[in-house]
């Protein structure tokens, strides 16, 4: 079962999750945070959060590539940034290693 942002500490979803020890949950929307080292960290402890509360062994990062102009409000985000997708031309971000360990 699939969960967008699942460790946002809500009483009902751990009581949830307490009386289905067997059903297999996973992060199905997890990172919105900048793309540097301190997002890097955020989402190492997103992952490690969602294996100790709720046993998720998969997380999946939004998004996974960013291609968006840069004069959005929400810019920054993304594991990979591809401002022109269509050259192939692409950066690494710091949270991309994170997911690597």
Request: aromatic residues 14%; proline residues 6%.
């Amino acid at each position: 079962v699939g969960l967008h942002y699942p460790c946002v500490s809500d009483p009902k979803l751990l009581d949830a999750l307490e009386a289905h020890p067997h059903t297999r949950f996973w992060s199905s929307e997890e990172l919105s945070t900048v793309a540097d080292w301190g997002g890097a960290g955020c989402w190492g402890r997103m992952i490690n959060q969602n294996y100790v509360r709720m046993k998720a062994t998969s997380s999946i990062a939004w998004s996974l590539v960013w291609s968006v102009y840069p004069n959005l409000e929400c810019f920054g985000n993304g594991l990979l940034y591809a401002y022109e997708p269509w050259s192939g031309h692409y950066e690494v971000m710091a949270p991309l290693w994170t997911s690597a360990h």
